[in-house]
C-alpha cells in the first residue's frame, strides 16, 4: 500500500529493473572495494566505507542519468517530483542493504584471490595517485644483479632473487627506520628468506640490499679459529653433544700367551684406561657433537685438525661435565637476527682511539695485536692498531662497522 502511494500509476516493471540493477551495482562497488582495501592494507574495510563507496556510486547515477533524464528527456519533466524522489530513496536503500552482504563477499574472497592471483605482485600494480590518497610508502628494491649476497651466510635461491628484482613494495606510512623493519619482515615473511641487510635513503629508496638463506647444520655453532672432523673413534657411553672430550691414539696391546686369564682379570684389562696403554697419545681436547655408529663429529681447534688421521681409530676419554655458557650462547645468538662478526682495526683506520661505547653495537671480546684477549671490554676503553673487535649486531650495523674501520685513503 505505502510503495502504491508513493509510485501512483508509475509502471512498477521498469522502476522495480532499476532498482534492482543498481543494488548490483552497489553490492559489487563494496565487494572490489573490500577486496582492494584488504589487498593494500592486510586487515578487513571498515563497514561505513564500504558502505560509502556502494552508495555514492548509485547516487551519482542518479543525479547524473536519472535526475537529467527525467528533466532533458522528458518534456515539461520536473526534478521535484515526489514520486521519483520516493523511487530514488527506495533506490538508496535498497544499494546501502546490497552494500553489507558485498563487503562480506569481497572480504571472504581475499584469501582466494590473493593466492590465484599472488600478493607479492599486487604491491607492484599500485598507482601513485592511489599511494598518495592511502598515505602509503612505496619501496622499489634494486635490479636483480644487484642483490647482494651476504657474507658467511648460504645464498638465497636465484629463484629468489630474480622474483625480488625491481619489485615495488608498498607500506604504511612511516618513518626511514620503522619502513626498514617493515621491509625485513615483509622478505622474510612472504619470499622465505632468512637473513636480510637493506640500507634505506631518507626519501625511501634503497641504497643497498644483501639476502642470505637460512642456516642449518653444525656451522653457524663453531666458533672463530675452530673446525669440525669427523673421525672412527670408540666414545664413551656416557658422552653425549657438547661433551669435552680427550682424543687419544690406543694402539693394540700385544697378545698374551698362556693360560687364559680369570673372569676378573679379564674384566680389569678388557678396556684400560688411554694413558695406561703403552704408546698411547693424547692428540687434542675436542667438544663432541654427534655420533653415528663408530663415526664421531669433534669440533676441534683449526690447528688441531691436520694431526687427526682419517685412517686410525681414536679412543674419547669424556672430561667432567660443567656448564656451559658458550653452547647456550652459541644456540641464542643463532636464533636472533644478530649476529657474531670480527672486525679488524689496521693502522691508519679511522677507528684508533675510538672508545668501545662509541662504536654503536655490542663488544664482547677484543683481541689484541699480542694475542691478549680483552674480554668483555669497558666502555670507556680505546682502539688501538692491529686490534681485532669481536662484536654482536644485525649485519647492516656490522657492515658499517667494518666500512667505518677501512684505512683513510
Same mark, same amino acid.
Given at each position: 500500500?505505502i510503495?502504491?502511494?508513493?509510485?501512483?500509476?508509475?509502471?512498477l516493471l521498469?522502476?522495480?529493473?532499476?532498482?534492482?540493477?543498481?543494488?548490483?551495482?552497489?553490492?559489487f562497488?563494496?565487494?572490489g572495494?573490500s577486496?582492494?582495501?584488504?589487498?593494500?592494507?592486510?586487515?578487513?574495510i571498515?563497514?561505513?566505507?564500504a558502505?560509502?563507496f556502494g552508495v555514492?556510486?548509485?547516487?551519482?547515477?542518479?543525479?547524473?542519468v536519472?535526475?537529467?533524464?527525467?528533466?532533458?528527456?522528458?518534456?515539461?519533466?520536473?526534478?521535484?517530483?515526489a514520486?521519483?524522489?520516493?523511487?530514488?530513496l527506495?533506490?538508496?536503500?535498497?544499494?546501502?542493504?546490497?552494500?553489507?552482504?558485498?563487503?562480506?563477499?569481497?572480504?571472504?574472497?581475499?584469501?582466494g584471490?590473493?593466492?590465484a592471483a599472488?600478493?607479492?605482485?599486487?604491491?607492484?600494480?599500485?598507482?601513485r595517485a592511489?599511494?598518495?590518497?592511502?598515505?602509503?610508502?612505496?619501496?622499489?628494491?634494486?635490479?636483480?644483479?644487484?642483490?647482494e649476497?651476504?657474507?658467511?651466510?648460504d645464498?638465497?635461491?636465484?629463484a629468489?632473487?630474480?622474483?625480488?628484482?625491481?619489485k615495488?613494495?608498498l607500506?604504511?606510512?612511516?618513518g626511514?627506520?620503522t619502513?626498514?623493519?617493515?621491509?625485513?619482515?615483509?622478505l622474510?615473511?612472504?619470499?622465505?628468506?632468512?637473513?636480510v641487510?637493506?640500507?634505506?635513503?631518507?626519501?625511501?629508496?634503497?641504497?643497498?640490499?644483501?639476502?642470505?638463506?637460512r642456516?642449518?647444520?653444525?656451522?653457524?655453532?663453531?666458533?672463530?679459529g675452530?673446525?669440525?672432523v669427523?673421525?672412527?673413534?670408540?666414545?664413551?657411553t656416557?658422552?653425549?653433544?657438547?661433551?669435552?672430550?680427550q682424543?687419544?691414539?690406543?694402539?693394540e696391546?700385544?697378545?698374551?700367551?698362556g693360560?687364559?686369564?680369570?673372569?676378573?682379570?679379564?674384566s680389569?684389562?678388557?678396556?684400560p684406561?688411554?694413558?695406561e696403554?703403552?704408546?698411547a697419545r693424547?692428540?687434542?681436547?675436542?667438544?663432541?657433537?654427534?655420533?653415528?655408529?663408530?663415526?664421531?663429529?669433534?669440533v676441534v681447534d683449526e @690447528?688441531? %685438525?691436520?694431526?687427526?688421521?682419517? /685412517?686410525?681409530?681414536?679412543?674419547?676419554?669424556? #672430561? &667432567?661435565?660443567?656448564? !656451559? +655458557?658458550d653452547?647456550?650462547?652459541?644456540?641464542?645468538?643463532?636464533a636472533?637476527d644478530?649476529t657474531?662478526g670480527?672486525?679488524?682495526?689496521p693502522?691508519g683506520?679511522?677507528?684508533?682511539?675510538?672508545?668501545?661505547?662509541?662504536? @654503536?653495537? %655490542?663488544?664482547?671480546a677484543?683481541? /689484541?695485536?699480542?694475542?691478549?684477549i680483552?674480554? #668483555? &671490554?669497558g666502555?670507556d !676503553? +680505546?682502539?688501538e692498531p692491529?686490534?681485532s673487535?669481536?662484536?654482536i649486531?644485525?649485519?647492516?650495523?656490522?657492515?658499517?662497522?667494518?666500512?667505518?674501520?677501512r684505512t683513510?685513503e
Amino acid at each position: 500500500m505505502i510503495l502504491q502511494m508513493l509510485l501512483g500509476d508509475v509502471d512498477l516493471l521498469p522502476a522495480l529493473g532499476g532498482l534492482f540493477g543498481l543494488s548490483v551495482l552497489a553490492f559489487f562497488v563494496s565487494g572490489g572495494v573490500s577486496v582492494a582495501y584488504r589487498w593494500y592494507f592486510r586487515e578487513p574495510i571498515p563497514r561505513g566505507l564500504a558502505a560509502l563507496f556502494g552508495v555514492a556510486t548509485v547516487a551519482l547515477y542518479l543525479n547524473t542519468v536519472g535526475l537529467l533524464g527525467r528533466v532533458i528527456g522528458t518534456p515539461g519533466g520536473d526534478p521535484f517530483d515526489a514520486v521519483g524522489i520516493g523511487i530514488d530513496l527506495l533506490t538508496l536503500l535498497s544499494a546501502f542493504v546490497a552494500t553489507i552482504p558485498g563487503r562480506r563477499l569481497g572480504d571472504s574472497l581475499r584469501s582466494g584471490v590473493l593466492s590465484a592471483a599472488g600478493a607479492r605482485e599486487v604491491n607492484a600494480s599500485v598507482g601513485r595517485a592511489l599511494r598518495g590518497v592511502a598515505r602509503l610508502s612505496s619501496v622499489e628494491l634494486p635490479a636483480t644483479d644487484e642483490i647482494e649476497d651476504m657474507a658467511s651466510y648460504d645464498p638465497v635461491p636465484a629463484a629468489v632473487k630474480a622474483e625480488l628484482g625491481g619489485k615495488t613494495l608498498l607500506f604504511p606510512r612511516a618513518g626511514t627506520e620503522t619502513l626498514r623493519e617493515r621491509l625485513v619482515t615483509r622478505l622474510k615473511e612472504d619470499y622465505n628468506v632468512g637473513y636480510v641487510d637493506a640500507e634505506l635513503a631518507d626519501d625511501g629508496t634503497v641504497t643497498y640490499l644483501a639476502l642470505g638463506s637460512r642456516l642449518a647444520g653444525i656451522g653457524p655453532t663453531l666458533g672463530p679459529g675452530t673446525c669440525a672432523v669427523a673421525v672412527e673413534a670408540d666414545p664413551a657411553t656416557d658422552a653425549g653433544p657438547g661433551d669435552i672430550v680427550q682424543v687419544w691414539t690406543t694402539p693394540e696391546p700385544p697378545a698374551e700367551s698362556g693360560a687364559e686369564a680369570t673372569d676378573a682379570e679379564a674384566s680389569e684389562t678388557a678396556t684400560p684406561a688411554p694413558s695406561e696403554v703403552e704408546g698411547a697419545r693424547r692428540v687434542t681436547t675436542a667438544e663432541l657433537r654427534a655420533t653415528a655408529g663408530e663415526t664421531v663429529t669433534l669440533v676441534v681447534d683449526e @690447528g688441531d %685438525a691436520a694431526a687427526l688421521s682419517p /685412517e686410525e681409530r681414536y679412543r674419547l676419554v669424556t #672430561l &667432567p661435565v660443567s656448564a !656451559r +655458557a658458550d653452547q647456550e650462547f652459541a644456540s641464542l645468538l643463532r636464533a636472533a637476527d644478530e649476529t657474531l662478526g670480527v672486525v679488524d682495526v689496521p693502522e691508519g683506520s679511522p677507528l684508533v682511539g675510538v672508545t668501545v661505547g662509541d662504536l @654503536g653495537t %655490542a663488544v664482547v671480546a677484543i683481541r /689484541e695485536s699480542s694475542g691478549t684477549i680483552d674480554s #668483555l &671490554p669497558g666502555r670507556d !676503553r +680505546a682502539l688501538e692498531p692491529g686490534d681485532s673487535v669481536y662484536a654482536i649486531g644485525r649485519p647492516d650495523v656490522l657492515r658499517g662497522l667494518e666500512e667505518r674501520a677501512r684505512t683513510a685513503e
